[in-house]
């Protein structure tokens, strides 16, 4: 069951990333509570900004690559021993440094497939899933950065306005425990 938690929020939008940047420093000086940030494209450094640790997606790529290997290594050892063994010039029927190039190909196939789907899974991009936009725009060109108002919303939006923001609102952040973004049925 997916829990959604409502919290009254601050919606910054910012039409220059280095704006972005140079207000998100400024929030952290204050210690203000950065919500969410939606960008149109990467913006290298935010991520240390925004205290975002490191992604465990490489984790996953191992666990799937240890799978295809497995995988393979029974396929072929089922395919030379069990189900077709031959003995061609007296060479061993399990010829296990011919499996090397089959055992990392499978492997490396593995581990991207698997990266993929848990990528798409985590990030809620899997198919029928309905992202949540707090500006239409920060599809396209605008830079959203969303706080945390906790009484201290006139702080926020005159903290924002000095750091070159376009435009900032109060507007309602939905948090879940469900990976990736909530249906837009839930926003409203």
């Known amino acids: 069951m997916i829990k959604v938690k409502r919290t009254n929020s601050i919606i910054a939008i910012f039409e220059d990333d280095d704006l972005l940047k140079s207000a998100i420093r400024?929030?952290?000086e204050k210690g203000f509570k950065v919500l969410?940030?939606?960008?149109?494209?990467?913006v290298h450094g935010i991520e240390k900004l925004l205290g975002i640790k490191r992604s465990n997606l490489a984790v996953a790529g191992f666990v799937f690559g240890c799978i295809g290997f497995c995988v393979a290594m029974t396929m072929m050892t089922y395919d030379m021993r069990?189900?077709?063994?031959?003995?061609i010039g007296g060479k061993p029927t399990w010829?296990?440094?011919?499996f090397i190039p089959i055992l990392f190909e499978w492997s490396v196939l593995f581990a991207a497939l698997g990266m993929t789907f848990t990528f798409f899974w985590i990030s809620g991009m899997f198919p029928g899933a309905e992202p949540?936009?707090?500006d239409i725009r920060q599809t396209d060109d605008r830079f959203v950065?969303?706080?945390d108002e906790a009484n201290r919303?006139?702080?926020?939006?005159?903290?924002?306005?000095a750091n070159g923001v376009v435009e900032v609102r109060n507007d309602e952040f939905i948090s879940h425990n469900f990976p990736g973004p909530v249906p837009l049925i839930l926003k409203k």
């Open 26 to 28: 400024a929030g952290n």
């Open 36 to 42: 969410d940030c939606f960008t149109p494209f990467p």
């Open 82 to 87: 069990v189900d077709w063994p031959e003995d």
């Open 95 to 98: 010829p296990l440094t011919s």
């Open 132 to 134: 949540v936009l707090y």
């Open 145 to 147: 950065l969303i706080y």
């Open 153 to 161: 919303g006139e702080e926020i939006k005159e903290t924002m306005r």
